[in-house]
């Protein structure tokens, strides 16, 4: 069988879409000749507009803000093929005896709050469109014990669990997959300062294949569980990290 993305002329939807990972897959949707609403919590779109790509300034931690955004792509259409959630962020980096309720609560909420409200926003949307997918963000670091990274941990397992229910709630409908990458070369591996939050050289020296991750190798494994050469696949987590972490 050909694996292909026959996404001509279909709207799909990208929670994220100002990311690192999120920019490479928007271009790679584009290319695939898809309409994409990239949305995001920035006011402008980071990806130039053009005729098959719209942008809409979202919270995905407010469901109001999700619902706004579900109307919007109403009145464009009433089919989205696919969903992908990507928000994600530590925003305050302190163990769990240091941490505040406020800090783990807004840690946790962007990482899975958001898919949460966006997944639950757009489900009528997807139930009405065949062979619809959604694909999840979740992380490696949902799958280890890692000092001061509590509440996003907490948020990507959730992720998982989470799109695990959905998955067996919503078929044969609606497809449910996660991605769990390793260390992706974007933003979020930087502090504000230009240095990695972990010591890139040593981590690459034990990546079997050599590499931390770039976004467009994590955006192609998001396309193909969107494809046809994913129809039998829900509910699944796939890793994407070099061989770093072997499930
Ligand atoms: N880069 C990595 O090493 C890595 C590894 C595993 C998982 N991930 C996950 O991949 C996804 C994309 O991340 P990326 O690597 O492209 O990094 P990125 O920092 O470029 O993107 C982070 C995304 O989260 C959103 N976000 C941040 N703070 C937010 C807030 N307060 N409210 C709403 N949204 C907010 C950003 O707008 C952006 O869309 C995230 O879910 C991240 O957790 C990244």
């Known amino acids: 069988m050909k694996v292909s993305y026959k996404s001509k002329d279909n709207y799909i939807v990208v929670i994220g879409s100002n990311s690192g990972i999120g920019i490479a897959l928007v271009k790679q949707l584009l290319e695939t000749g898809a309409i994409v609403i990239g949305a995001d919590i920035q006011e402008k779109s980071k990806v130039p507009f053009n005729e098959n790509y719209l942008y809409y300034k979202v919270n995905p931690l407010d469901y109001n803000s999700v619902t706004s955004l579900v109307d919007f792509v109403k009145e464009k259409t009433n089919k989205i093929v696919g969903l992908i959630n990507l928000s994600g962020a530590i925003t305050h980096f302190k163990s769990i005896e240091e941490i505040s309720i406020e800090e783990w609560n807004h840690t946790y909420d962007i990482s899975f709050k958001s898919c949460f409200n966006s997944c639950k926003a757009f489900l009528p949307l997807l139930k009405s469109t065949p062979n619809s997918a959604i694909v999840n963000m979740s992380s490696g670091l949902a799958f280890i014990g890692q000092k001061n990274y509590g509440p996003y941990t907490a ?92 499930h």
């Open 155 to 246: 948020g990507k397992a959730s992720v998982i669990a989470f799109s695990k229910t959905l998955a067996a709630e919503v078929a044969p409908e609606i497809r449910v997959n996660t991605v769990a990458p390793g260390a992706v070369d974007t933003n979020f591996i930087y502090k504000e300062d230009g240095s990695t939050r972990f010591n890139k050289e040593q981590y690459e020296k034990i990546v079997p294949l050599g590499s931390i991750g770039t976004p467009e190798e994590i955006s192609s494994v998001i396309l193909f569980l969107l494809s046809d050469g994913a129809t039998h696949m829900t509910g699944q987590c796939l890793h994407v990290n070099g061989g770093a972490g072997m």
